[in-house]
């Protein structure tokens, strides 16, 4: 409310002095004709009163057109800009929130797929020692088997053996005796013929 007046009132005093610089206007370019003739019109001191009068004029007016446009405009696109980062730096929370949430369940899920993996690959390892001890149960019975009918096969032949030797070694007792007789009738039929 009292901003409001006090435009107003420094509008309403503008008009009135706007209204009395003719009669000043007047006095002034009298002023200004016989300075002329004097010097610089600046420094001229019976101008300084009007000078005075429109820089004020002029400042207020500039200061009452700030006022109602300027710094309200300022301040509106203060308080939009304030809002818009309130709201980017408010999702950019809530997308890092987000992110560390589905960074956590990934973890958790990496974490889970490797514990089941772990037991994936202890169950296969078990399986693969107990189907290889199986095996090799299988392998030795029948190594043990063939070993067995080897053993069997070896003893029978060896039973064959022994019993073909007696027969073996009697036609070689006489082999060997014909030839060690032999050579002595072939030297004896040698010496008698010389």
């Not at 009007?50 to 109602?68: D, N």
């Amino acid at each position: 409310m009292k901003r409001v007046d006090i435009l107003s009132a420094a509008f309403f005093g503008l008009v009135a002095l706007s209204l009395s610089v003719p009669a000043w206007a007047s006095e002034e370019l009298e002023a200004v004709e016989e300075s002329m003739g004097k010097g610089l019109p600046q420094m001229d001191v019976s101008l300084f009163p009007s000078v005075l009068f429109w820089l004020a004029a002029t400042f207020l007016l500039f200061f009452i057109m700030m006022q109602t446009i300027g710094v309200p405009g300022i301040q509106k696109t203060k308080a939009r800009r304030k809002g818009i980062v309130d709201q980017d730096l408010l999702t950019a929370r809530n997308a890092s929130d987000e992110a560390q949430n589905i960074r956590e369940v990934n973890e958790a899920a990496l974490d889970d797929a490797r514990i089941r993996a772990q037991k994936t690959v202890n169950d296969i390892i078990q399986v693969a020692d107990s189907e290889a001890t199986e095996q090799r149960e299988k392998q030795q019975q029948d190594l043990s088997h063939r070993l067995q009918v080897a053993e069997e096969n070896l003893n029978a032949v060896r039973k064959k053996a022994l019993e073909d030797t007696p027969k073996f070694i009697n036609d070689l007792v006489i082999e060997i005796v014909d030839k060690v007789t032999q050579p002595d009738a072939e030297l004896r039929g040698s010496q008698g013929k010389g």
